[in-house]
T-cell receptor, first 113, second 113 residues
Framework: KAGVTQTPRYLIKTRGQQVTLSCSPI?????VSWYQQTPGQGLQFLFE???????NKGNFPGRFSGRQFSNSRSEMNVSTLELGDSALYLC????????????FGSGTRLTVV | SQELEQSPQSLIVQEGKNLTINCTSS?????LYWYKQKYGEGLIFLMM?????EEKSHEKITAKLDEKKQQSSLHITASQPSHAGIYLC?????????????FGKGTKLTVNP
C-alpha cells in the first residue's frame, strides 16, 4: 500500500511569505501529526489532527496552522515566514494516534531566504 | 515535560561489530518507538515497545524496554554499512489518548566497511 506522501519535497521561500505543505496519509489512517525537525532543536511536535479536528498542539506560534480534510489529507500553513522556519517538516499518519504506530513521510525541506 | 536522552550522540564502528544505543526517559514510559533516519529524509519505523520487559527483534536489530529504569536499548548485531543513519527514539508521554510523541536528539551511526 502507498505510504505517507508529502508534497512538495523542497521549497524555497522569502521571508514574510506564507507557505502551505501537504500530507496524504496511508489509506485508512485517520490521525495525521506534523513535526518540525531542525539541527538545533531536533524533532518537535507541531499538531495532530484526527477526523478533521485538531486534538493536540505543540508550542509553536500562531503563524503555524493546519487543517485536515474529510479524506484525512492534511495541510499545514506557515504565515509570515522567518529565517528560523527553515527546517524539514515531517508528517506522520496513524490509524488512531498514539499506541497504533506512526508512519512518517519523506518530509518537505523548507528553506527561507 | 518529558525528555528523552539518547546515548551516545554518535557512534563509529567497524563493519561486523555489535553496538548498543540507549534511550532514557525523564518520566514514565508509556510506549517507546524506535525510528531510523537517513540524512534529510523521513523516519523509517523500526519497532514499538509498549510493555515493561518487552523485547522485539527485526533482522539484526533488537530493542528492549526496561520500564523500571525508564529506559530502552537498541542493539545491532554484526553491523553493516546499511545500518548507518540516525537512530531516534520517541515516546508517548501518557497512556492512551492522543498525545504527541516526544523524541530524543538522535544517535548518528557510522559503519565503516
Amino acid at each position: 500500500k502507498a505510504g505517507v506522501t508529502q508534497t512538495p519535497r523542497y521549497l524555497i521561500k522569502t521571508r514574510g511569505q506564507q507557505v502551505t505543505l501537504s500530507c496524504s496519509p496511508i489509506s485508512g489512517h485517520r490521525s495525521v501529526s506534523w513535526y518540525q525537525q531542525t539541527p538545533g532543536q531536533g524533532l518537535q511536535f507541531l499538531f495532530e489532527y484526527f477526523s478533521e479536528t485538531q486534538r493536540n498542539k505543540g508550542n509553536f506560534p500562531g503563524r503555524f496552522s493546519g487543517r485536515q480534510f474529510s479524506n484525512s489529507r492534511s495541510e499545514m500553513n506557515v504565515s509570515t515566514l522567518e529565517l528560523g522556519d527553515s527546517a524539514l517538516y515531517l508528517c506522520a499518519s496513524s490509524l488512531a494516534g498514539q499506541g497504533w504506530g506512526y508512519t512518517f513521510g519523506s518530509g518537505t525541506r523548507l528553506t527561507v531566504v | 515535560s518529558q525528555e528523552l536522552e539518547q546515548s551516545p550522540q554518535s557512534l563509529i564502528v567497524q563493519e561486523g561489530k555489535n553496538l548498543t544505543i540507549n534511550c532514557t526517559s525523564s518520566k514514565t514510559l508509556y510506549g517507546l518507538y524506535w525510528y531510523k533516519q537517513k540524512y534529510g529524509e523521513g523516519l523509517i519505523f523500526l519497532m514499538m515497545l509498549q510493555k515493561g520487559g518487552e523485547e522485539k527483534s527485526h533482522e539484526k536489530i533488537t530493542a528492549k524496554l526496561d520500564e523500571k529504569k525508564q529506559q530502552s536499548s537498541l542493539h545491532i548485531t554484526a553491523s553493516q554499512p546499511s545500518h548507518a543513519g540516525i537512530y531516534l527514539c520517541g515516546a508517548a508521554p501518557t497512556q492512551g489518548g492522543s498525545e504527541k510523541l516526544v523524541f530524543g536528539k538522535g544517535t548518528k551511526l557510522t559503519v565503516n566497511p
